[in-house]
């Protein structure tokens, strides 16, 4: 039987009736990844006490690093915490910002989304603003609310595309869609402030917040999205043809192994 390829799929810290400490990942993620590129999903801990990044790297074919409700602990790019910008998964973000450098050297493909793209953007040196919505000219990015300050209960409201993306239309995501312009939702608070050193910016909203990013010299796919494109694949073609491409990648880096360890 033909073995698919394995993404490794990081989980998120989270506490259950504020006693069970739990690692999880929203169905979504494992669904986008199984329906849509084919290749099987294989949850890993955020944990450095419990995955060792190179034993994981043996036996996936490339990571998905998913959105979480945590942002990024800011003492990564030397800025002071703030309580109100809590919760942060410190867990996460020692794992997760090795994996992404690691990853790149190795052309083993990385995929961020969300707090993905963001985690890309420290690892390379960047920062990150806490609220994009408070820097003057930006829209609100988070989800919608009802009048009474709850989370709209219809998914459909939540996750409907919100905002324009202007491509660079000489970059890795212009040429995956085939145009210079998309429209996306919108679910975050923290966004990139300053790129890290090869970071490249290739999506830009209309209020200027960075919206896709690739990493410069990589030597395999390494893209990330700030909107949740694992959303809706299955029927938005312009999330299809990014999980599509990252579907190839991985087959690319499944058959490059399986040749190596033939010989």
């Not at 999330?239 to 880096?253: I, S, V, W």
Request: glycine share 10%.
């Amino acid at each position: 039987m033909k073995r698919r390829p394995v993404v490794g799929v990081i989980g998120n810290t989270y506490s259950i009736e504020n006693r069970f400490a739990v690692q999880m990942v929203g169905e979504r993620n494992l669904r986008a990844i199984a329906e849509v590129t084919g290749a099987l999903p294989l949850m890993f801990a955020g944990l450095p006490g419990v995955t060792d990044v190179e034993s994981l790297l043996d036996v996936v074919d490339g990571i998905l690093l998913t959105g979480a409700r945590a942002n990024v602990h800011p003492r990564h790019f030397n800025v002071e915490p703030n309580p109100k910008h809590e919760p942060y998964d410190e867990a996460r973000d020692a794992l997760a910002l090795d994996l992404v450098e690691i990853c790149v050297e190795r052309g083993i493909p990385i995929f961020g989304i969300c707090r993905g793209l963001q985690e890309m953007n420290v690892a390379f040196g960047g920062s990150l603003h806490p609220e994009i919505r408070e820097i003057p000219g930006r829209m609100n990015h988070r989800m919608p609310r009802l009048p009474t300050g709850e989370i709209h209960p219809d998914p459909q409201v939540v996750f409907a595309d919100r905002h324009e993306v202007t491509l660079d239309p000489n970059g890795n995501f212009a040429r995956i869609l085939g145009r210079n312009s998309i429209r996306v939702n919108s679910l975050h608070g923290q966004g990139i402030l300053e790129p890290g050193k090869r970071v490249v910016i290739e999506g830009i909203a209309e209020d200027g917040t960075v919206e896709a990013i690739s990493i410069a010299e990589a030597k395999g796919f390494a893209l990330g999205v700030q909107w949740h494109a694992e959303y809706d694949p299955q029927r938005n073609p312009i999330n299809r043809r990014l999980f599509e491409e990252f579907g190839k990648a991985l087959n690319d880096r499944y058959r490059t192994s399986a040749s190596a360890h033939a010989r």
